[in-house]
């Protein structure tokens, strides 16, 4: 799947502007997107099996985003992670460079995460 409309994208942050933001940029890229506030919403939606990506935050209130990704990958998931983060903490870092996924820093640019989703979805 390398188009753009082809792809349902899932996002995960706690912070709601950071949510709009990304969804109006990814569904104005021809991506089709879902959001969630945490995810603990994003597993009880039912839904963690319907998206080619996630688009998740490290740190959010109860379950972080590392949480997040053990959960999945514990029930079999092999859908490609994206983090973001506003976390400056060098320790973030080195806890995903055992997890294998990109890592965004916020504030980034568009091209810099539609790059990041086509590299984690083509393969």
Do not use: W
Request: net charge negative.
């Amino acid at each position: 799947m390398d188009s753009a409309g082809q792809l349902q994208l899932a996002i995960v942050d706690d912070d709601d502007s950071v949510r709009k933001s990304l969804r109006r940029i990814l569904d104005s890229s021809g991506y089709r997107t879902c959001a969630f506030a945490s995810g603990e919403e994003f597993l009880s939606s039912g839904h963690d099996g319907c998206f080619d990506c996630l688009i998740l935050d490290i740190r959010m209130p109860g379950m972080t985003g590392f949480e997040l990704q053990q959960k999945l990958e514990a029930s079999g998931s092999t859908m490609p992670i994206i983090f973001v983060t506003a976390d400056p903490d060098p320790c973030v870092q080195f806890n995903n460079n055992r997890r294998k996924a990109p890592v965004l820093r916020k504030p980034f640019e568009a091209a810099t995460l539609i790059t990041a989703i086509r590299a984690a979805t083509i393969g």
